[in-house]
């Protein structure tokens, strides 16, 4: 059975899981929380700019949403990340310091805003016609029938899908050790891949797969709760009714309605 | 003669309303190249009821959405009190005009009181206090008062368009116009919808009404318009159209739906 002990001591080396278990805890969990939260944060505030700049009926804000969304949709993460990382490393000298930490945020933040976009314009656009009219019929403008009624419905209806762009943003958030982090930033991956190669084996990455379950396949079962929750609607069962209870509250109810001309 | 049936529903008491005059002076409107509504002249007097009837895809719902500017027309004019509606900021103009749409597009996530305050604090800049008592006050107008914390989908088809119509009353519209209210409603509801608009056009709103419902035209509008292929074929008193229809094309649509 050589090659039993031989997996074991490769992927379940619980010694070196053990060792590496704080520093995946303290470092590597919080800065991927970090990365990951900051990064769907702005991700979201920018995606939303870019959903309503893409269903203006102005070709002046539809179009660069476009591009905007076809560029950071249509490169693979790992480029993005490595062109704004580094192309942009001596202005975010400047501001940041000498981190590449907050560009990686950024990288991730425009890559991320791109998905959101497109999710938050499906879903504002699958808001009924009707809605949208109802407000312009009762004064508003159009961009307050935006805020108050159908952006607000269309973000209820995407929710799940944004649960999924986070679950796909904290995976992507271990692209950003390819800016070369400070042993203090470092996320969960590079945190296990650094102890990988001092115990010779992959047990520590193998713990480091283990929090990133953590974090994603608890997120996947809430989002299909969520997403049957939405589908099947909140509304209670009710008896069976007669039409003759509301035509009797009707006539009790207001002098406006009785003493008609029937 | 409302005022004085006004009994103990609010403190309020029921208003009566002040409607103002509408003309329509050869309005003509398109949907890209195609002319759906041509040269169409109407005259309806302040707190008179009008009743536009026809087959669907006369063009009676863009005239309606030509009114408030949701589709801006192609030519002609509207005249909202004597003063041209085109002339006017659409926001502004469409606060002045109610409208009641044939499936209700109440905001689902709104309680019906919210439906209703939401405009009058977003629009008319009242505090959310006073727009949820106004919007109490509209509610119990249309018989709604208990029902004011139910989500529309808790809500009958009925009641669901009352309180759409309490939404646009709550406004103090000058004008208002209803698209067909009653045609996804449950037979047996329908009656109460209507008995609601014929006591707003009694109380001296002034209404411009697109319906099926020719019992309804018949009884309370002052005045009938009879449209077919975008463009108004008769039009006159409901003695005029029902019982001395001139038109041919007339005659054939009464033979059809009476």
């Not at chain 1, 490595?82 to 000498?98: D, H």
């Not at chain 1, 976009?117 to 312009?136: L, M, N, T, W, Y």
């Not at chain 1, 470092?186 to 379950?213: H, I, T």
């Amino acid at each position: 059975m050589d090659w039993l002990s031989t997996i074991t001591r490769t992927f379940f080396d619980f010694g070196a899981m053990a060792e590496v278990l704080p520093q995946l805890i303290g470092v590597g969990l919080l800065n991927t929380l970090i990365i990951s939260v900051s990064a769907t944060i702005i991700g979201v505030a920018l995606g939303m700019v870019v959903a309503v700049m893409g269903i203006s009926s102005s070709a002046w804000l539809r179009v660069p949403a476009r591009i905007y969304t076809d560029l950071f949709r249509g490169l693979p993460a790992i480029l993005t990340i490595l062109l704004i990382g580094q192309g942009f490393a001596r202005l975010s000298q400047s501001i940041f310091g000498p981190s590449p930490y907050p560009l990686g945020i950024i990288a991730l933040s425009l890559i991320a805003s791109a998905y959101i976009g497109e999710i938050f314009r499906a879903g504002i656009q699958s808001v009924d016609k009707g809605q949208g009219e109802a407000c312009r019929a009762l004064g508003m403008s159009y961009a307050k029938s935006m805020r108050l009624v159908v952006v607000p419905q269309g973000i209820r209806r995407v929710l799940p899908a944004l649960v999924n762009q986070f679950i796909a943003i904290v995976k992507d958030s271990s692209l950003v050790y390819f800016l070369g982090l400070l042993v203090s930033e470092r996320e969960l991956f590079r945190v296990g891949q650094d102890a990988a190669v001092l115990s010779g084996n992959l047990s520590p990455l193998v713990m480091a797969g283990v929090f990133y379950l953590v974090i994603t396949v608890p997120l996947t079962h809430l989002v299909n709760y969520f997403d049957s929750r939405f589908r099947t609607g909140r509304r209670r069962p009710s008896a069976p009714s007669s039409g003759l209870k509301e035509l009797t509250e009707l006539d009790a109810a207001s002098p406006l309605i009785t003493g008609s001309n029937t | 003669m409302s005022a004085s049936t006004s009994t103990n529903n609010t403190a309020a008491g029921v208003q009566t309303f002040h409607g103002s005059s509408l003309e329509l002076r050869n309005l003509t409107m398109a949907y890209g190249d195609i002319e759906v509504l041509r040269n169409v002249s109407l005259n309806v007097a302040p707190g008179t009821t009008t009743c536009i009837i026809g087959p669907s895809g006369s063009g009676k719902s863009t005239l309606l959405r030509g009114v408030n500017r949701l589709h801006e027309p192609k030519g002609g004019d509207v005249l909202l009190a004597g003063e041209s509606a085109l002339a006017v900021k659409p926001d502004i103009l469409r606060s002045r005009i109610g409208m009641v749409f044939q499936h209700f597009n109440l905001f689902p996530d709104h309680t019906a009181l919210e439906n209703v305050a939401l405009a009058l604090w977003s629009v008319k800049g009242m505090s959310k206090t006073a727009a949820r008592d106004r919007a109490r006050r509209s509610l119990a107008e249309v018989g709604l008062a208990e029902r004011a914390d139910h989500r529309p989908r808790d809500l009958s088809g009925g009641q669901q368009q009352r309180v759409a119509i309490a939404r646009a009353l709550a406004m103090e519209p000058e004008v208002m116009l209803f698209d067909e209210a009653t045609s996804a409603l449950d037979p047996e509801l329908v009656k109460g919808v209507l008995n609601l608009m014929a006591g707003l056009g009694r109380r001296g709103m002034t209404m411009l009404v697109v319906t099926h419902e020719m019992g309804f035209a018949r009884k309370v509008a002052d005045q009938v318009v009879f449209m077919d292929e975008g463009e108004v074929v008769e039009s006159g008193t409901p003695v005029d159209l029902f019982d001395n229809p001139r038109s041919e094309r007339l005659q054939r649509f009464l033979s059809e739906v009476l």
